[in-house]
């Protein structure tokens, strides 16, 4: 029987994400990275705190806007058994459409969930690529968010890489541009609404061999460099076994890419 004392662990359904633009800048040497996110939110009833999934994170700044008006984030704080952070405000926020700006620090783990850091040889030489593994709940990890299946959304993703490394995400890069000397900013179109275990993204130096399924979808294999020969099963595989499923089940991919 279950204890009517217990404590949920879900967050308050009131507070609703409808979109997420990230921008993550990984240092692969250092094992951290800088984060910033806004999330596009509909807030159905007055209240005086935000609270998110959050995990290992630190944040340096916060504050939100509903409509045209700001609100001052008047305390952070965490809870460590909870995996969570609230943000709290010194008056009520009126119910409505708004948006939480956030400002973070995260570690690049080595537990292999969350965004974490692995290595890989190139010429008998040590190299790091930061990439992520959020299923079931991990993605508090990578930055602050309702990290539940329900709560699905819209991700927009930018990673700030260097010059000499590849960024890989759920969707096609949009933009590729100049940022500070030795580094590079990708931007990543926008990807359908989803729950966030299913959020990807990674940094390193890989090489891809690629093709189109009968259908139009470009299905991409990566490799570090060096090991194209060893993708070209996997991709004829893939390829093919999209197509099959696509017409077993009747629906398209939804995505361009694979």
């Given at each position: 029987?279950?204890?009517?004392?217990?404590?949920?662990?879900?967050?308050?359904?009131?507070?609703?994400?409808?979109?997420y633009k990230l921008v993550l800048h990984p240092d692969l040497e250092k094992a951290t990275f800088?984060?910033?996110?806004?999330?596009?939110?509909?807030?159905?009833?007055?209240?005086?705190?935000?609270?998110?999934?959050?995990?290992?994170?630190?944040?340096?700044?916060?504050?939100?806007?509903?409509?045209?008006?700001?609100?001052?984030?008047?305390?952070?704080?965490?809870?460590?058994?909870?995996?969570?952070?609230?943000?709290?405000?010194?008056?009520?926020?009126?119910?409505?459409?708004?948006?939480?700006?956030?400002?973070?620090?995260?570690?690049?783990?080595?537990?292999?969930?969350?965004?974490?850091?692995?290595r890989y040889e190139i010429g008998g030489k040590e190299h790091f690529m930061a990439t992520t593994?959020?299923?079931?709940?991990?993605?508090?990890?990578?930055?602050?968010?309702?990290?539940?299946?329900?709560?699905?959304?819209?991700?927009?993703?930018?990673?700030?890489?260097?010059?000499?490394?590849?960024?890989?995400?759920?969707?096609?890069?949009?933009?590729?541009?100049?940022?500070?000397?030795?580094?590079?900013?990708?931007?990543?179109?926008?990807t359908p609404k989803m729950s966030t275990y299913l959020v990807a993204f990674i940094v390193g130096?890989?090489?891809?061999?690629?093709?189109?399924?009968?259908?139009?979808?470009?299905?991409?294999?990566?490799?570090?460099?060096?090991?194209?020969?060893?993708?070209?099963?996997?991709?004829?595989?893939?390829?093919?076994?999209?197509?099959?499923?696509?017409?077993?089940?009747?629906?398209?991919?939804?995505?361009?890419?694979?």
């Amino acid at each position: 029987m279950k204890n009517s004392k217990e404590k949920n662990v879900r967050l308050p359904i009131h507070f609703k994400p409808e979109r997420y633009k990230l921008v993550l800048h990984p240092d692969l040497e250092k094992a951290t990275f800088a984060g910033e996110e806004v999330i596009s939110f509909e807030l159905n009833k007055s209240e005086d705190r935000i609270v998110l999934h959050s995990d290992e994170l630190v944040v340096r700044s916060a504050e939100v806007k509903i409509g045209e008006k700001p609100f001052r984030v008047h305390k952070i704080s965490y809870d460590r058994k909870s995996e969570t952070v609230t943000f709290s405000f010194p008056q009520k926020l009126p119910k409505g459409k708004g948006e939480l700006s956030i400002n973070f620090d995260g570690i690049l783990n080595s537990k292999m969930r969350g965004f974490y850091r692995s290595r890989y040889e190139i010429g008998g030489k040590e190299h790091f690529m930061a990439t992520t593994q959020f299923e079931p709940t991990s993605a508090r990890y990578a930055f602050p968010c309702v990290d539940e299946p329900a709560a699905k959304a819209i991700f927009d993703v930018t990673l700030i890489i260097p010059k000499d490394h590849t960024a890989i995400s759920n969707t096609i890069p949009s933009v590729v541009r100049e940022h500070e000397s030795g580094f590079q900013v990708v931007e990543f179109e926008a990807t359908p609404k989803m729950s966030t275990y299913l959020v990807a993204f990674i940094v390193g130096k890989f090489e891809f061999v690629e093709k189109q399924t009968a259908g139009g979808t470009m299905v991409r294999v990566f490799v570090t460099p060096g090991k194209k020969k060893q993708a070209e099963f996997a991709l004829e595989v893939a390829t093919k076994v999209l197509t099959f499923y696509e017409k077993y089940f009747g629906i398209k991919y939804p995505l361009p890419v694979l």
